[in-house]
């Protein structure tokens, strides 16, 4: 079926873009106003838009095509892929790299691929098919495994092993530090892999001589490079009770003595509370909180209370460095940095941005879509 859009420089399709009464679903050939071809794409109910153009695809897309696709984004991460050092990373980014509603990440031999609509999820033995062998001819090996992760919904599990024997847990590296991955227990596997620049800078920058708090901390892993550069000491807070067993698995697989760390599961804001009474105080922490959270007393929303977290932090703090993160994709870097200043200035202090990190390389997006750089981090110098 061929379809008009009302613009052609395209990439994210939006309900205003697409004529009345189309149905959501189906990979259609796209015209412009004058009937001339845009590109092949599909349509599909995702958290985001309606659906993809595909640049370049001129007909349905057949293994040829995504092979091709597969293998051009593999090597422009040949760098990663020959770091022995770093063993997990992003290999297809979606629409970055030419596949709106998809996104494929590597962890050692395993693979993990996202699927964000049905409609691509249609596809998914074609898609999983070429992945494969492009590994192959770029890797020279075969993977060791598939995981599959729901992030639209359907009627199919959140993450499911779809090929290969996997363990339930295992290590991969990241700039030569261990990190203990779960690749089939939900959503997420146990380390965020566009903060891979942000740990790299611990590590050799911000880590060492600091007494660190980490809040939000999930598995530890922001807590793993700060003890590595040589921190005075790290504590890590997270109100999940899994956060305990799990930041132990990191600090355990890098040798770390488990007796110097200091690991609370609590809610933050009672740990900020507990702080001041006893006069802790810190000289690095951390903040990367999820965009939007709920436990039985209170909810958190990173565009309306990042604030109260800045303000908390100031309070445990004469100098240092706070280190600012968020992936809320309803907050711009613009609004996220003038939020920052806004917090300084109500608490009458003084502070310097030392560095930006926004997402890293093997995380491309079109720049037609700058909110696919969702990730903003913001590397803050409180001054006395």
């Known amino acids: ?6 613009r052609s420089d395209l990439i994210l399709l939006k309900e205003k873009d697409l004529p009345e009464q189309i149905a959501l679903s189906g990979w259609h050939e796209f015209v412009d106003s004058k009937n001339q071809f845009i590109s092949w ?19 349905f897309p057949n293994e040829t095509f995504l092979v091709s696709l597969f293998e051009k984004a593999f090597q422009k991460r040949i760098t990663l892929i020959n770091d022995s050092n770093t063993t997990a990373f992003r290999l297809f980014n979606g629409p970055g790299d030419g596949l709106g509603g998809i996104t494929i990440d590597l962890y050692g031999d395993y693979s993990v691929i996202s699927y964000y609509n049905e409609t691509i999820y249609e596809l998914k033995n074609l898609i999983e098919g070429s992945l494969k062998k492009a ?6 090996k075969k993977l060791l495994g598939l995981v599959e992760k729901n992030r639209y919904g359907g009627n199919w599990p959140e993450s499911q092993l779809v090929e290969g024997d996997l363990p339930e847990s295992f290590l991969i590296k990241e700039n030569g530090l261990n990190y203990r991955v779960y690749l089939n227990e939900g959503l997420m596997t146990g380390i965020f892999l566009d903060q891979r620049k942000v740990r790299e800078s611990l590590l050799k920058k911000y880590g060492k001589n600091k007494r660190v708090l980490n809040t939000f901390s999930y598995t530890g892993a922001f807590s793993v490079p700060c003890i590595a550069a040589g921190a005075k000491e790290t504590t890590s807070v997270d109100l999940a009770k899994r956060s305990r067993k799990k930041t132990e698995e990191q600090f355990l697989a890098n040798a770390f003595d488990l007796s110097r760390e200091k690991i609370y599961v609590m809610d933050i804001f009672a740990y900020f509370s507990y702080a001041q009474k006893k006069g802790l105080g810190y000289d690095l922490i951390i903040l990367d909180p999820p965009s939007f959270a709920r436990n039985k007393k209170k909810t958190f929303s990173a565009k309306k209370d990042y604030h109260e977290l800045i303000t908390q932090s100031l309070q445990l703090m004469n100098s240092g460095y706070l280190l600012c993160s968020t992936n809320a994709s309803n907050v711009s870097y613009q609004e996220f940095k003038d939020m920052i200043s806004d917090t300084f200035k109500k608490n009458h202090r003084q502070f310097s941005i030392e560095e930006v990190f ?20 913001l590397l803050v110098k409180v001054l006395p």
């Not at 109910?45 to 640049?55: E, I, S």
């Not at 926004?358 to 981090?377: A, G, Q, T, W």
């Open 1 to 6: 079926m061929k379809i008009t859009l009302k």
């Open 135 to 140: 590994y192959e001819l770029v890797f020279k």
């Open 358 to 377: 926004r997402l890293p390389e093997d995380f491309p997006y079109p720049e037609s879509l700058k909110e696919e750089n969702y990730l903003k981090v």
């Open 41 to 59: 794409g599909y349509l599909g109910k995702q958290n985001k838009g309606y659906g993809w153009l595909v640049k370049g695809l001129k007909e």
